[in-house]
């Protein structure tokens, strides 16, 4: 089989790159300086410089980096934040934790990214007062923000990006987190931009939103044990920050790795009755995730499980369905019906930067076999 996959052994770099984190972790051991230290101001600038934004703060998890956003906005209690159902469950929660009502709208099914006709029906018919959009950048690719931008200006709204699965994605040549008015990233270890616990940074070009994230970060402190304001303890930690200082460096080359798996996947499933992921015009997608849509998703994967091909689900219950939020949050006008049909039938199939082009015709293979079967 022909594919775009290097036949290189990928784990070289990954163990060249695990002995630079070592070092990094030992300086930081050496320097006794643990909490907003130089290992976090130095990857703060260094992740702002990469996203192209003028400020980058770093705090303690990626659901953290959209309350803070959502804060220092200075939304109104009970003001409504526009989103999808089709997401982490962490877009939602953070919402609420930030004292505000989420309005949840429809994916369009293509990119299965915030459908902006649903937005616009949303904003038509908005249950209360509406301050802000999460469009939400899906499995690696971005949401269109062409057109919700637009709207966003034409209704006065904030536009928040949620960047958990975007990192070093583009659109139309600019970095994803550099379009909107402010935007947050998660660095969950399982990201394309990973830790090894938890972290999350903001980024805006907004000099008086930086100054209030970094207050609110820590107690609201302006001066060390005096608050300003009310805030929260939520800081990116100098481990991290050293893990994710080094781990910047390969992004691009890690995400081009997982391109390149995507097209071979792209290539040897063509055939098989999977619906591939669609690419938006304009867009670098960096393939976070590489989520087919199969009409028996469940039973696909269970062959998968039997011949030893892991895959997961993400996410296998809307947000407005799960059990917490089911009947109290507000749903915009024509409902979430392409919501629950997502959800029904995505399966993500193995991706990252490590993956042996040996496994990836494995799965390919497996996958055609377990196609072939639910077809007899």
């Not at 939103?209 to 609110?216: C, D, N, S, V, Y």
């Amino acid at each position: 089989m022909s594919d775009p996959v290097p036949q290189t052994d990928p784990r070289a770099a990954y163990l060249a790159q695990r002995t630079e984190i070592d070092a990094a972790i030992a300086g930081v051991l050496a320097s006794g300086s643990y909490i907003l230290g130089e290992a976090v101001a130095s990857f703060e600038r260094d992740f702002a410089a990469y996203i192209g934004r003028r400020h980058a703060i770093g705090v303690a998890s990626g659901t953290d980096a959209l309350v803070l956003a959502l804060k220092a906005l200075g939304l109104a209690a009970e003001d409504y934040v526009v989103t999808v159902s089709h997401t982490a469950v962490a877009t939602v929660a953070a919402i609420e934790l930030a004292g505000a009502r989420p309005l949840l709208v429809d994916i369009d099914p293509a990119t299965m990214t915030l459908d902006p006709a649903a937005l616009e029906r949303a904003l038509a018919a908005p249950p209360g007062r509406i301050a802000a959009i999460i469009p939400v950048h899906l499995y690696g690719q971005a949401a269109d923000l062409d057109a919700i931008l637009p709207l966003a200006r034409r209704n006065g709204l904030k536009v928040i990006e949620d960047c958990a699965q975007c990192h070093g994605a583009l659109l139309h040549g600019k970095r994803l987190g550099s379009i909107g008015d402010i935007a947050a990233f998660s660095f969950y270890p399982t990201k394309n931009l990973g830790a090894l616990g938890d972290g999350g940074a903001v980024v805006t070009d907004n000099d008086a939103l930086a100054e209030r994230i970094r207050e609110l970060r820590q107690y609201g402190w302006r001066q060390r044990y005096v608050s300003a304001s009310t805030g929260m303890n939520s800081r990116l930690d100098e481990l991290q920050a050293a893990v994710l200082g080094v781990k910047l460096a390969t992004l691009d080359a890690d995400n081009a790795r997982r391109q390149a798996i995507a097209a071979a996947y792209d290539i040897g499933l063509a055939e098989t009755p999977l619906r591939l992921p669609a690419r938006r015009a304009g867009g670098g997608h960096v393939f976070h995730q590489y989520v087919v849509r199969a009409a028996r998703r469940d039973a696909l994967q269970e062959n998968l499980r039997r011949r030893r091909i892991g895959t997961g689900i993400h996410y296998p219950v809307p947000v407005h369905a799960q059990p917490a939020y089911r009947g109290r949050v507000a749903i915009g006008a024509g409902g979430l019906s392409e919501s629950e049909r997502a959800a029904s039938e995505v399966l993500s199939l193995p991706i990252y930067p490590q993956l042996h082009r040996e496994t990836v015709e494995r799965v390919i293979a497996a996958i055609a076999d377990a196609a072939s079967d639910q077809g007899r």
